[in-house]
């Protein structure tokens, strides 16, 4: 079967990334605006992008009216009116339901940290608060933000921001900084509605030696 | 536990973003040079940016000398010496062998293709082939490229690609183009060489909804 994107709706083809680009991690970013009222909400269009300089992104999608969500409005620099940083929360198995509830559309300035009870503690960099119950946090300043269809419904946003501190609680990262998968409990999003888990784990060596193992 | 990343090596910042940025997807890139020779490579600082154009992006870091990956230099612009095509293909569970297997480094020319045993079929529009055990691949032209540390080790590169063809098995997609998330089989990337499955799936509703459910 082969799909032409340019004869599908926007939305069709929304459909197909998300059913197909599979586990996303997921970004659950903090933010406030320039008045210090705090924001949260998911993104799984989010990756790591580099290690020197320490880099993550998270593309915030325009709404259907074509405007701006409010974690791109905040995390945009103070020169056009957010306060240019951010911090992502690592989602985890025992607030989930909190992460999804946090998906809602609220007005600008509403708090889903009172929506989904979640604990905003300060962040030790950066404006935006971080969120307690998770296990790790990255509190970034924002570097860069690429537009790549300004103004209009499902145009893609890169925010890009360098980690000026990583938050992990006690017991997660051993003595060389490896982390404890079942400590994290990370969740994937999937397509639709759909999450998984991340507790069945197997080990690849990389290189030729994977292809002695047979398949998998 | 609180880290400054600008005390840390660029290696210990890469474990800290492969170990807590999970899990991630896994986009199993192939790629041609300019004589046609095609190349095959694993990422997974990979992500979907948008649906308006249909944007997928990966990063391949600098090599520890600072160079550029091989599915750098082919995807770059034919103005700088590359093709400015690559093709997506999902990693999926009945091939995962063969996807480790092509971490490995080989010379520049040299294919994963011979190595893993998998085979190249012509894509559509795009002059790379796309791999055919793969269950979907998206067929992709470079719009830009953005690099955040030219020449130096760990630097990261962003390859943002607009998605041209979308292939997908037979029964993969139902007609409203939902994805069938267990014939997909995706494997997710976890740290250090650490994969996870995709088979032990919920849903949630978005919004307060969730809330409703109680605690996970």
Do not use: W
Request: glycine residues 12%; charged residues 25%; aromatic residues 6%.
């Amino acid at each position: 079967m082969e799909l032409d994107p340019a004869k599908l709706k926007y939305q069709d083809r929304y459909k197909l990334l998300i059913g197909l680009v599979t586990p996303r991690p997921i970004a659950f970013v903090s933010t406030c605006d320039a008045e210090g009222r705090p924001n949260l909400a998911p993104y799984s269009f989010f990756t790591a992008v580099g290690s020197n300089p320490m880099l993550l992104m998270f593309c915030p999608a325009n709404k259907e009216d074509g405007s701006e969500k409010d974690s791109l409005r905040n995390a945009k620099p103070a020169g056009e009116g957010g306060v240019g940083e951010f911090v992502v929360n690592v989602a985890s198995e025992s607030f989930i339901t909190q992460v999804a509830a946090a998906g809602e559309e609220l007005a600008f300035g509403q708090s889903e940290f009172e929506l989904t009870g979640l604990t905003p503690t300060p962040s030790s960099v950066v404006k935006p608060p971080r969120v307690l119950e998770s296990p790790a946090s990255f509190e970034c300043r924002t570097v860069r933000i690429v537009r790549t269809n300004p103004g209009e419904a499902g145009g893609g946003n890169i925010v890009l921001g360098e980690v000026v501190r990583v938050h992990a609680r006690d017991g997660l990262l051993n003595d060389r900084l490896h982390t404890d998968a079942g400590g994290l409990a990370s969740v994937g999003r999937m397509g639709g509605a759909s999450y998984c888990l991340t507790r069945d784990r197997f080990d690849l060596p990389r290189g030729k030696a994977a292809l002695d193992l047979g398949g998998a």
